[in-house]
């Protein structure tokens, strides 16, 4: 299993402390005349999404804005190395109706046609990924199989991220019947807890998270294995705040670690305001997770 760290402007560049990461971008995330051109050095693989997380019902760009936002991103990447763009799909909004939802599946599917008819006209090296929506069986095996008859080789669920935290069950669900059917090659957006996700299925063959940065913002930091959320030595404030915020732990000092960081100084993911150490709590998070996944990998779970 793959893991992708979501990367905007804010972030480091993760390929510059690890030659071998995977990253995924956003349109949504980067300014209109972003490009990779920008970076100093290009991570291993490039997933490009749609950016339908932030899409509003009055404000749904069309295929083609989507598809020439993609192209512009990711204009200059090597032929030798895997880019992939994820099709202009339709997130479910959390509070849907049943025959609502049956409405954003349809929409969503007509635009994966319309999408992977339009990226074939171009030279462009992209691998197209067809995301799938949906919770139950009919609408994940139906969703799969038009995709894949439309030309899709590799698919994604989507509408699972935001629903995570709050309908667990479901979303667990969903990978269920993904596994049952052996739909694969499988990405999973928007993981931002993907501590219990990592071990799931062995038809997960990707996902992305934003969760180095998420947590590093309030002092969080990870470890493992199994993975588990820190602040070291917290402030007055933090000890206040963890009372409500009972998934994590207070630790005195820093556990040991390999991460660039950590080798350096592991005192630098401390200051909690500090921009610098927001920045290295960032990269060491990153490191855990990747960590973590190749561990789960060896294992034998994933891919």
């Known amino acids: 299993m793959k893991f992708f760290v979501s990367w905007t402007k804010r972030e480091p560049l993760f390929q510059k402390y690890d030659p071998f990461c995977n990253i995924l971008v956003s349109p949504a995330n980067v300014p209109n005349d972003w490009t990779i051109r920008e970076w100093e050095v290009l991570p291993e693989e490039l997933f490009i999404d749609s950016g339908a997380f932030s899409f509003r019902n009055n404000n749904i760009p069309s295929c083609q804005e989507i598809l020439k936002r993609q192209l512009l991103i990711g204009q200059a990447w090597p032929k030798d190395k895997k880019l992939y763009f994820s099709h202009p799909d339709l997130l479910i909004p959390r509070k849907t109706t049943y025959k609502d939802q049956n409405s954003i599946i349809r929409r969503s599917i007509e635009r994966g046609k319309e999408y992977i008819d339009r990226l074939y006209k171009f030279s462009s090296k992209a691998i197209p990924v067809g995301v799938i929506h949906g919770f139950d069986e009919e609408s994940i095996v139906a969703s799969y199989q038009v995709l894949k008859s439309f030309g899709y080789k590799n698919f994604a669920l989507g509408s699972i991220g935001i629903r995570l935290s709050n309908h667990k069950s479901l979303c667990l669900s969903a990978i269920d019947i993904v596994e049952k059917y052996r739909i694969e090659p499988v990405h999973l957006f928007g993981i931002t807890l ?21 947590l590093a913002f309030y002092g969080t ?83």
């Open 221 to 303: 930091v990870l470890y493992g294995t199994p993975l588990k959320r820190y602040v070291i030595s917290p402030t007055a404030e933090q000890k206040f705040h963890m009372k409500c915020f009972t998934f994590r732990s207070s630790i005195p000092n820093p556990l040991p670690c390999e991460c660039p960081v950590c080798k350096v100084d592991p005192k630098k993911l401390l200051e909690k305001y500090d921009s610098a150490a927001k920045f290295n709590r960032i990269v060491h998070n990153y490191f855990q997770i990747k960590w973590e996944t190749e561990k789960q990998n060896s294992v034998g779970h994933g891919h």
């Open 194 to 214: 993907p501590l219990g996700i990592l071990n799931l299925s062995k038809t997960i063959f990707s996902f992305d998270s934003s969760t180095p940065t998420k």
